[in-house]
């Protein structure tokens, strides 16, 4: 699958997995905390910062009318109307340019997540250097052939999306200009559970779209995100909060620091792994290869004397014949004296 560029980062199966640290709304509304989180994800070696651009009046009705209130006593938000929701969620619009900056300086990836289209028009001043689409606006087509529009690369997420429904989004992307695409693989449930991941899913969406494939990921932990990478994910993204105890909409289920660096560290450990198809030693394995199994002579031996199994045997070294010709040496004889721990090679025998 062809490798794409986001900023000056080469995103594709020869790079190791871009890891994108989510801010969300675990800047707890301090502008002070935000920042932080752009030096800790930077410490924790994270690629990029990504942000949410909307307010509560672009996503949702200042109603408390059936629907517009969470009802479900499992949710981390259950009682909470959208609106009050989001206003507290959002991230202030005046604080982008200071983020931007902060992360510009910082040698971070800056871009967000725009929630309509006044979003896109004001991100666009930024020079991001990509635009993602959430699993809850997949299905927002006019918003996705705006974003498209722009020319930059679009990521994604495909939460809850059929195989037909996200077909018709690729297609509207692709319609509008989007050339440089990738899918993350989405559950949209916080948090998700492994379980619920059906990560198989990644290559054949890779596939089935033509295009780089990732996760956006919600389950506790890394190991998830290193099992998508195994499966050919390009892109990681976490929700990521400087400390989870101290609260925010989103701290139950996002990487504090360490986490974070272990999970880039992990990430690109499997893709390290990865390789490519081979089979044999290789050039460190070489060195290996003398603690292989071969045939030696196990009891000193006289010339004319037959190989027999107590006298022959397969062990550790590897400098003897190999153990494929054991059966075949049963019976030969010896043409001189042979001392006990001799590698057996086939002039012993000629």
């Known amino acids: 699958m062809q490798a794409i560029m986001l900023g000056d980062r080469r995103v594709g199966p020869d ?32 690629h990029a910062m990504k942000l949410q651009t909307y307010t509560a009046d672009t996503l949702t009705l200042d109603v408390a009318r059936e629907g517009f209130v969470i009802e479900d006593p499992e949710s981390l938000w259950a009682g909470r109307s959208l609106y009050e929701l989001y206003e507290e969620a959002h991230t202030p ?17 800056c871009f967000s997540t725009p929630f309509d289209e006044t979003a896109v028009d004001f991100l666009e001043r930024f ?53 440089e695409l990738v899918l993350l693989k989405c559950t949209s449930t916080y948090p998700a559970t492994p379980e619920d991941s059906d990560l198989r899913t990644t290559p ?67 893709w390290q792994a990865l390789g490519s198809v081979r089979y044999g030693p290789t050039e460190r394995e070489k060195g290996s290869l003398t603690f292989r199994r071969s045939l030696y002579v196990a009891e000193d031996m006289r010339s004319g004397e037959a190989f027999t199994t107590e006298n022959l045997r397969v062990v550790r070294p590897g400098f003897g014949l190999h153990p494929r010709h ?19 090679s086939w002039e012993l025998i000629g």
């Open 15 to 46: 790079s190791p997995p871009l890891v994108v640290a989510e801010m969300s709304g675990n800047h707890n509304r301090s502008l002070d905390v935000a920042l932080a989180m752009v030096d800790a994800a930077a410490d924790a070696g994270a």
């Open 93 to 109: 619009w005046e604080w982008h340019e200071a983020i931007f900056a902060h992360c510009r300086e910082r040698g971070l990836m």
């Open 204 to 270: 054949h969406m890779r596939e089935l779209f033509g295009c780089q494939v990732g996760l956006s990921d919600h389950t506790l932990g890394s190991g998830v995100a290193v099992a998508a990478v195994a499966l050919g994910a390009t892109v990681i993204e976490k929700h990521f909060t400087l400390d989870r105890s101290a609260g925010g909409v989103d701290a139950a289920f996002s990487m504090e620091p360490d986490e974070m660096r272990r999970l880039v560290e992990e990430t690109e450990r499997a």
């Open 326 to 344: 054991y059966e075949t040496l049963l019976g030969k004889r010896v043409h001189r004296d042979v001392e006990k721990g001799t590698p057996v």
């Open 127 to 179: 020079d991001p250097p990509c635009h993602k689409i959430a699993s809850f606006e997949n299905g927002h087509l006019p918003l996705i052939r705006k974003v498209a529009a722009t020319g930059r690369p679009m990521l994604m997420s495909t939460g809850m999306a059929t195989a037909a429904e996200l077909d018709e989004a690729v297609r509207a992307a692709r319609e509008a200009g989007c050339r």
